[in-house]
C-alpha cells in the first residue's frame, strides 16, 4: 500500500512557475514508476509526465513538453513537476500516481496502468 499526498498547487500568472510535489508513505517509492495526470472541470483525466523507478527515463504529453520536468528523489520518496511557462490550459486538478512495474525504464502513461493515487492539488493559471 502506497499514501500519495501532493502540494505546491496555486493561483499562478501565464508565464509563471510552480514546481508540485508529491510525498510518498508506506512502501519505498522506487518498486513504482510515478506519474502525475491532471483534470480540467468538464474534462477527462489525462497524462502529464511519468518517470521510471530509477528516475533515468521520462515521457510527456506533447502538450507539456518543454515546459515541464518530472524528476524524483527516491531517497526522500518524493517526486515532482517542475512547470513553466504556464499557460491558461495548464489549469486543472493534478493528480500524482504510482504504478507497480517490473520493467526498471518503465514509463507507463495510461490511467489504467497506476495502482495507487493522491488526493490532487489546484493549479489555477490567469491570463
Known amino acids: 500500500q502506497v499514501e500519495l499526498v501532493e502540494s505546491g498547487g496555486g493561483l499562478v500568472q501565464a508565464g509563471g512557475s510552480l514546481r508540485l510535489s508529491c510525498a510518498a508513505s508506506?512502501?519505498?517509492?522506487?518498486?513504482?514508476?510515478m506519474g502525475w495526470f491532471r483534470q480540467a472541470p468538464g474534462k477527462e483525466r489525462e497524462f502529464v509526465a511519468a518517470?521510471?523507478?530509477?528516475?533515468?527515463?521520462?515521457s510527456y504529453a506533447d502538450s507539456v513538453k518543454g515546459r515541464f520536468t518530472i524528476s524524483r528523489d527516491n531517497a526522500k520518496n518524493t517526486v515532482y513537476l517542475q512547470m513553466n511557462s504556464l499557460k491558461p490550459e495548464d489549469t486543472a486538478v493534478y493528480y500524482c500516481?504510482?504504478?507497480?512495474?517490473?520493467?526498471?525504464?518503465?514509463?507507463?502513461?495510461?490511467?489504467?496502468?497506476?495502482?495507487?493515487w493522491g488526493q490532487g492539488t489546484q493549479v489555477t493559471v490567469s491570463s
Open positions: 508506506g512502501r519505498t517509492l522506487s518498486l513504482y514508476a
Open positions: 518517470v521510471s523507478r530509477g528516475g533515468g527515463m521520462t
Open positions: 500516481a504510482a504504478a507497480s512495474v517490473l520493467v526498471l525504464t518503465s514509463t507507463p502513461r495510461k490511467r489504467g496502468e497506476y495502482d495507487y
